[in-house]
């Protein structure tokens, strides 16, 4: 890196681009997601929109996993690719084939999925209470409920959908339905969910109300 560092980066910026490139001739509907924000842009990762080859980011990503090809993260609707210095050559040809293998030989049906919507979609800006405190209050106030009714609630967890490692359940917020149905959709597709507070698809809550009495 401190010899030949400048070529290597280049390198895999091309690298980058070629995969960008050869997806847009094999498979023109998988559209390319470009963030609003183009200075903060990190151009050696890559992220398509699956959801026009009716299939999720979940189930494309472990079909090219078991053709020796891994994403960097996957989601409901879409995956992402990391261009790393390390790969070869013909990393981008390998990507774009595997995809193709899957989406347009696979033969996927024209349907396309319902998508799922954003996991922040109405959650408060302010928690009701600190996490320690809902954590804390678990153990007096906290009711199982179904993560399904969860919506409205207050947390006492943390809940992650894993990739990408963000937490869309943040003990002491309102949970949101929007954090509800990326989870349950995670769950459907065989996506990682994180947290020892999701068993039997319930989930540890307190009433809004009974906070607010307690207060």
Not at 2 to 15: I, M, P, S
Not at 112 to 126: E, K, S, T, W, Y
Not at 130 to 139: V, Y
């Amino acid at each position: 890196m401190a010899v030949n560092g400048q070529a290597h980066l280049q390198r895999t910026f091309e690298l980058a681009s070629e995969l960008t490139a050869r997806a847009a001739t094999a498979l023109p509907k998988l559209a390319v997601f470009t963030p609003r924000n183009v200075a903060g842009r990190d151009p050696t990762r890559i992220t398509f929109a699956t959801h026009p080859y009716a299939i999720t980011g979940y189930e494309l990503g472990q079909a090219l996993a078991r053709r020796g090809i891994v994403c960097e993260k996957a989601g409901s609707g879409a995956i992402t690719f990391l261009m790393a210095m390390g790969l070869p050559d013909d990393a981008p040809r390998r990507i774009v084939e595997g995809m193709r293998e899957v989406l347009v030989e696979g033969l996927r049906s024209a349907r396309v999925p319902d998508r799922p919507q954003n996991p922040f979609l109405g959650m408060c800006a302010a928690p009701a209470c600190t996490p320690g405190l809902a954590r804390s209050l678990a153990r007096k106030l906290g009711r199982r409920v179904a993560l399904e009714h969860s919506a409205g609630w207050i947390a006492t967890e943390m809940l992650e959908v894993y990739p990408p490692g963000i937490p869309v359940i943040v003990p002491g917020f309102p949970i949101a339905r929007g954090a509800v149905e990326v989870i349950r959709d995670a769950l459907r597709f065989h996506g990682d969910v994180q947290g020892a507070g999701l068993k039997d698809g319930e989930i540890t809550v307190i009433s809004p109300r009974e906070l607010t009495t307690r207060d």
